[in-house]
C-alpha cells in the first residue's frame, strides 16, 4: 500500500464545476505540498499546508492532521486548470524524504 | 530570474554512456534533490544533499552519482546508462526542508530533463 494514496486518478470536468481531489497518507508529517504538472511542462508548488486551510485564487487547501487526509479544491474551473496535481508530504522521521502520490489528471472542459 | 536551472532539457544516450544533468538555484536553498518521474508512479528520490558536501540517497539510487560541492550546484551523474534509467528527471530545491514561518512557497523545480537510454 502507499503511503500517499489521490482519489481520484482521473478526473473530468466541466468549465464552472466545483472540484475536489482528495490526498490520504499514512505517515507523521512536517508538511503536505500540492504540486501542479500541465502536460509536458514542470512542477509548480501551489500551496504548503501543515495545518488549516489556504487559499489562493479559486484554489483552496485544506488538511486534517489527525484524520491525515488533505483536499484541494477548484471553483470555477477553467480548462486551463487542466493538469495533473501531485500531493507530496514531508514525513516527520528528520530526512529530507518526500513522499508522491501518483497525481491525479484532471481535464476541464470548455 | 530566481529558480532551478536544469540542463539539458532532452538528452539520447546508447546503452553504456555516461553523462551528467546539471542543475542549478540561485535562492541560496540548504536542500536539492533529484526525482525521476516515470509514467504511473509518483516522483521518485534519486539522492538529495542538505548542504555543500553533504549528500544522501534516496529512493532508487542505483546507477546514478552525485556531488554537492556548491551550494548552488547539484549535479547528476549516470555511471553507464542503461534503457530503465529512461525517464523524466527533476531537480527540487528548498530552504529548510520547504517548511517556511511566512507560508511562501519555497519548494522549487526545474523544468525536466527528458532522458532516453536506447
Known amino acids: 500500500k502507499n503511503e500517499v494514496e489521490q482519489s481520484p486518478q482521473n478526473l473530468t470536468a466541466q468549465e464552472g464545476e466545483f472540484i475536489t481531489i482528495n490526498c490520504s497518507y499514512s505517515?507523521?508529517?512536517?508538511?503536505l505540498h500540492w504540486l501542479q504538472q500541465h502536460p509536458g511542462g514542470g512542477i509548480v508548488s501551489l500551496f504548503m499546508?501543515?495545518?488549516g486551510k489556504k487559499k489562493h485564487g479559486r484554489l483552496i487547501a485544506t488538511i486534517n492532521i489527525q484524520e491525515k487526509h488533505s483536499s484541494l479544491h477548484i471553483t470555477a474551473s477553467h480548462p486551463r486548470d487542466s493538469a495533473v496535481y501531485i500531493c507530496?508530504?514531508?514525513?516527520?522521521?528528520?530526512?529530507?524524504?518526500?513522499?508522491f502520490g501518483t497525481g491525479t489528471r484532471l481535464k476541464v472542459l470548455a | 530570474n530566481a529558480g532551478v536551472t536544469q540542463t539539458p532539457k532532452f538528452q539520447v544516450l546508447k546503452t553504456g554512456q555516461s553523462m551528467t544533468l546539471q542543475c542549478a538555484q540561485d535562492?541560496?536553498?540548504?536542500?536539492m534533490s533529484w526525482y525521476r518521474q516515470d509514467p504511473g508512479m509518483g516522483l521518485r528520490l534519486i539522492h538529495y544533499?542538505?548542504?555543500?558536501?553533504?549528500?544522501d540517497q534516496g529512493e532508487v539510487p542505483n546507477g546514478y552519482n552525485v556531488s554537492r560541492s556548491t551550494t548552488e550546484d547539484f549535479p547528476l551523474r549516470l555511471l553507464s546508462a542503461a534503457p530503465s534509467q529512461t525517464s523524466v528527471y527533476f531537480c527540487?530545491?528548498?530552504?529548510?526542508?520547504?517548511?517556511?514561518?511566512?507560508?511562501?512557497?519555497?519548494?522549487?523545480f526545474g523544468a525536466g530533463s527528458r532522458l532516453t537510454v536506447l
Open positions: 527540487a530545491s528548498s530552504d529548510d526542508r520547504g517548511l517556511s514561518l511566512s507560508g511562501a512557497n519555497v519548494l522549487t
Open positions: 505517515v507523521g508529517i512536517s508538511a
Open positions: 499546508l501543515s495545518s
Open positions: 507530496a508530504v514531508l514525513p516527520t522521521s528528520g530526512t529530507y524524504k518526500y513522499i
Open positions: 535562492m541560496n536553498h540548504e536542500y
Open positions: 544533499s542538505v548542504g555543500a558536501g553533504i549528500t
